[in-house]
């Protein structure tokens, strides 16, 4: 760390600051910068920075820079959950997508070979290896580190000049290997360290030994290729203990209009998930299955203001015709147009109106009980004479109804204030 501040010091005035997210902080910790004039953040690979769990050293990045800057994320492919985390960072974002996120570069022509066994696979590498090298460079991904090295080993046996890149090297060891690929070494053999950030325009081919561990990881590693509107050649290789895997790259070269080779369907098929998902002969769309029992759910909708067939049914029992009417009439507005809400709610109120029964008659209120006074018998004779004496303090005189079962009250002058009345009265 002293080295690096001591560096600082030395250097010129800078314009851009690029970096690792850890080694960024360490800068604001030990005051070697500030970022309070910074205006633009830049998050390349941003979909691994969240999906790895580094959102709070993005988040501690983001809180040292003044807030009306502008962020950028930029990354081949997003899932769901990543970006959602990823727009908790930002204020109101924008989504700019070239292509559709997740497929691979129109620009890579894949090539998938489904071989029998690994040594098949050493059969085919060796074969065309030096066809390859004459187009341009190439890149070989392995999945592990020993498994790199064992191909490394087994190609220098050959006589083919390469370099090893793995997540083990130390970052200088690393920046080594990567000047001899970008200079005179056409040959490199990796892991997925290599599949994002690796920007050479030389690599014309890139070859997947061993099979991606997921999908996205296989967009990445194919982009290594075809850069800034080159063409480039992908070719990735399979056993019969890939079949799981082999759906994944069924959809991803569909999405791009390639050739689906029947071998790699025909494994494809093989998995549970992918064989439900298209059917027995791998189409697109598998066959629409009803369980036992079931009814499909219908429900009005703008244009079809018509009730359920149980509803017209029961109508017909009653001997009432159904009441049709088209929602859209009544969703119309002033100048001719209808728009969705509109009809929406004219479809449920045509739905209401033709399922909706009143009631025919009128036999519950016969046997509807009378409301009952809760008061004993002694208090509300007690309070009717004292209401009396009032009425009379009052100037009111009692008048007989014609009824004759209780007095009624006529003011013969003026009343003296409010009085207190029951409220039973």
Known sequence: MEFVIEALRHCKPSSIINGFQGRIIDLVKIEATNFTRITFLVFDEADRMFDMGFEAQVKSISDHIRPDRQCLMFSATFKAKVERLARDALVDPVRIVQGEVGEANEDVIQNVEVLPSVDAKWRWLLQRLVQFLAQGKVLI??????????????????????????????QAERNEKL???????????????????????EI????????????????????????????????????????????????NLESVNQTVPDALLQ???????????????????????????YKPRTRPTAGAGVASKETAKALACEGRSEKKQDPLDLAKAADGSTNRLQAMKAAFKSSFTTSFKASSSD?????RAAPTDPRPEWKRKLEEAADAVNRQIAGITPAVSQSGDKPQWETQGPTFGNKKRSRWQ
């Open 179 to 201: 000047h001899a690929f970008r200079k005179d070494t056409a040959l490199m053999v990796a892991t997925d360290v290599a599949a994002r950030g690796l920007d050479i325009p």
């Open 204 to 251: 014309r081919t890139v070859i997947n030994f061993d099979l991606a561990r997921d999908i996205d990881t296989h967009v990445h590693r194919i982009g290594r290729t075809g850069r800034a509107g080159e063409k480039g050649y992908a070719y990735t290789l399979l056993t019969d203990a890939d079949k799981e895997m082999a759906g994944h790259l069924v959809r």
């Open 363 to 367: 036999e519950w209120a016969a046997s």
């Open 141 to 170: 991904f392995v999945t592990k580190k020993q498994n790199a090295e064992e191909v490394a080993q087994r190609l220098q046996t050959n006589d083919f000049a390469l370099v090893l890149l793995h997540g083990d090297m130390l």
């Open 267 to 293: 494994l494809a098929l093989k998995s549970a998930w992918f064989r439900s998902s298209r059917g027995e002969q791998g189409n697109k769309q598998g066959p629409k299955r009803l369980g036992l029992g």
